[in-house]
């Protein structure tokens, strides 16, 4: 499903028990200096991500000065973030002239502890090429390096590398926990593009050699993905970026299930492996 980009006046963008990908939560959260937003999900672990702008994070007392670094856009430098266990109250006071803070969540049934993750902490992985127009980077804030303190949530920041190309290819789908092969993950993707005007595409393949569904996508749509090969493309000219969630059913690390009519494709993109690694 697309979520086409809209004000949302900070209100849940993906709310709890979401008909579609009830294991995500997704919320933007908007703020001008000195102001401050107060939230708890119930049954739900969360992470709060700047997209830009520097704030402060305090989880029920527990203080996470300086959070974010960015200031222009998603690319202009590295992502931080705090991960705030379920249900705990959390109150971001925004430090500079402007945030926009991302809070992604996944349904747990435990309390964990909160922890902030800096830039020099993230999980980083860099794969594909120009030749297969595959050419991306990962960056982890909450990846394997955190496997174990949180309890089902992946969150992570995708570019693509230059300008034109795919991502989350080859086609893969995980909605299905039929382990060793793959499991039941909900996805959440929220996009954006350099310059802002550029847009792609996000193809959705309910199965193998059927068609399916494509959706156009613009600078702060949103994607929810409940079942099916999902890869997306930029159109040439313009990078492309996508903040993502992963929540498990059963557990955190994700086994991707690849389309078999492209799984061939797994040997001639450089490093495809490498990325499947880290998330976990």
Not at 74 to 96: I, K, M, N, S
Not at 251 to 263: I, M, N, V
Request: aromatic share 10%; hydrophobic share 35%.
């Amino acid at each position: 499903m697309h979520i086409a980009p809209h004000d949302n006046h900070n209100k849940p963008i993906v709310d709890v028990e979401n008909e579609l990908v009830p294991l995500n939560y997704f919320n933007i959260i908007k703020l001008t200096k000195g102001e401050s937003f107060d939230y708890a999900v119930a049954g739900y672990e969360t992470c709060v991500v700047p997209a830009t702008g520097t704030i402060d994070v305090d989880v029920e007392g527990a203080i996470f000065a300086r959070v974010g670094n960015r200031t222009i856009d998603v690319w202009d430098g590295e992502p931080e973030g705090v991960y705030v266990p379920v249900g705990a109250t959390v109150r971001l006071t925004c430090l500079t002239d402007k945030a926009e803070i991302f809070i992604a969540g996944a349904k747990y049934d435990k309390v964990l502890e909160p922890f902030d993750v800096r830039s020099a902490e993230l999980d980083k992985v860099q794969y594909g090429s120009d030749d297969t127009k595959t050419h991306r980077k990962i960056k982890h804030i909450l990846g394997a390096s955190h496997r174990d303190k949180v309890g089902r949530l992946l969150v992570s920041e995708l570019f693509t590398v230059g300008q034109g190309g795919w991502s989350g290819f080859p086609s893969h789908k995980h909605d299905t926990d039929r382990l060793p092969d793959e499991t039941r993950h909900d996805e959440t993707y929220n996009f954006r593009f350099r310059p802002n005007y550029g847009s792609g595409m996000q193809m959705l393949q309910r199965e193998d050699n059927k068609p399916g569904d494509a959706y156009h996508i613009m600078d702060g749509s949103t994607i929810c993905i409940d079942k099916g090969y999902h890869p997306c493309v930029v159109l040439p000219g313009y990078e492309m970026y996508y903040f993502t969630i992963l929540g498990g059913l059963s557990q955190r690390s994700l086994k991707q299930y690849f389309q078999p009519t492209h799984a061939a494709q797994l040997h001639t993109i450089p490093g495809i492996m490498d990325m499947v690694a880290k998330f976990k």
